[in-house]
């Protein structure tokens, strides 16, 4: 009996030891709360870098022996090109029709522009404001002259000699070795004439251009006619008739498609041409003429396009095939599908559509 009273007063004392222990820890504990909060902070999301100001895909662009017509008086010959056809402005699909819509992002490239056209489009592009007038651009490599008249007081012929190279941000920078006047070192007649480097480029009419001590930096996107061209320029150079810019690492690219037909692809994004638009590009112009060089007439490329033959790939692309602006016939007849063929079964196809079969 007296057994059986110690094991019970012995469970009664071990539960009252664990009910109390219970309530210790229930008392401890701290109050839940309605939602965990995370001890790091959430990854950022991340998506692709906008092109030209969008989150739209910009179209590749390849390039071989293509000569782009930038208005009636101005022509870049592209040796080889691999970059990018971005557009210029948010909300606008880069066009045929509008040069300012878009820009060439160049990976790698060659691309020449005639001497006498950039001279010729900076007379006229600085006609108002440069007291520099009636500029001339000669050279061989990287040493070149420029010369032109001064307009200080009286009319002064001026001659630039320098060093050209590519500098940071794409510019094209001359170092000058020697300024003469008169054909007359200006050493001598600086006391008299007070002319300084600074003075042939001032009164803002030559954007793009920047003096700085005896060096002049030129700015081509500000300088040429659209469309403009970006990308690491890594060479420059006269290589007459032509000035040469090298972008990239362009020389391996350039052996590689020697033998390679003239042509521009694009591919990928979204272009406008004409009233068509194409998503997802798949576009190739290939050149039919015979000539070294495709000839691409940004202002008159449907007169191109009409007169030449199109072909659609499995994929939904296009391969038009296309002759230069000059060999288009002057006859129009063969310009249009006279609506007499689609009525009537028995009159034979147009020339122009059996042609490219």
Known sequence: ???????????????????????????????????????????????????????????????????????????????????????SKANVDPSFDDTGSFFLNIKTGVIRANIGDICNYL????????????????????????????????????????????????????????????KVPLKGLLGKFHVQLADLFQGGGVPGIKVTGNTIRFDTQQLLPPPHIRGTLTAVKI???????????ARQDVEKVEQWRNFLRLSGGTIDFGKLTMHHVDL???????DAWFDLDLANYQTQLVNGYTHMTPQAGLQIFMPDLRDVPVNKANQNISIQWIKNRNVAPPPSVTASK
Not at 284 to 290: A, E, Q
């Open 284 to 290: 190739i112009m290939i050149d039919i003429s015979k």
């Open 239 to 249: 290589e007459n008739p032509d000035l040469e810019e090298v972008y990239g690492n």
């Open 123 to 182: 007379n006229k592009d600085t006609s108002s404001g440069s007291p520099l007038k009636n500029i001339k651009i000669t050279g061989d490599g990287e040493q070149v002259k420029i010369s032109g008249t001064l307009h200080k007081i009286i009319p002064i012929p001026i001659m630039i000699s320098g060093t050209l190279s590519a500098v940071p941000e794409n510019d094209i920078q001359l170092q000058v070795s020697k300024i003469d006047i008169l």
């Open 1 to 87: 009996m007296r057994s059986r009273l110690v094991f019970l007063v012995s469970a009664i004392v071990l539960v009252l030891v664990l009910s109390g222990w219970f309530v210790f820890r229930w008392r401890a504990k701290p109050a839940p709360t309605a939602q965990a909060v995370p001890t790091t902070s959430p990854k950022p999301i991340t998506g692709p870098t906008p092109s030209g100001g969008s989150g739209v895909e910009p179209t590749n662009i390849y390039a071989h022996n293509l000569l782009l017509r930038k208005g009636p008086d101005f022509r870049v010959y592209v040796r080889w090109l691999r970059g990018q056809f971005m557009r």
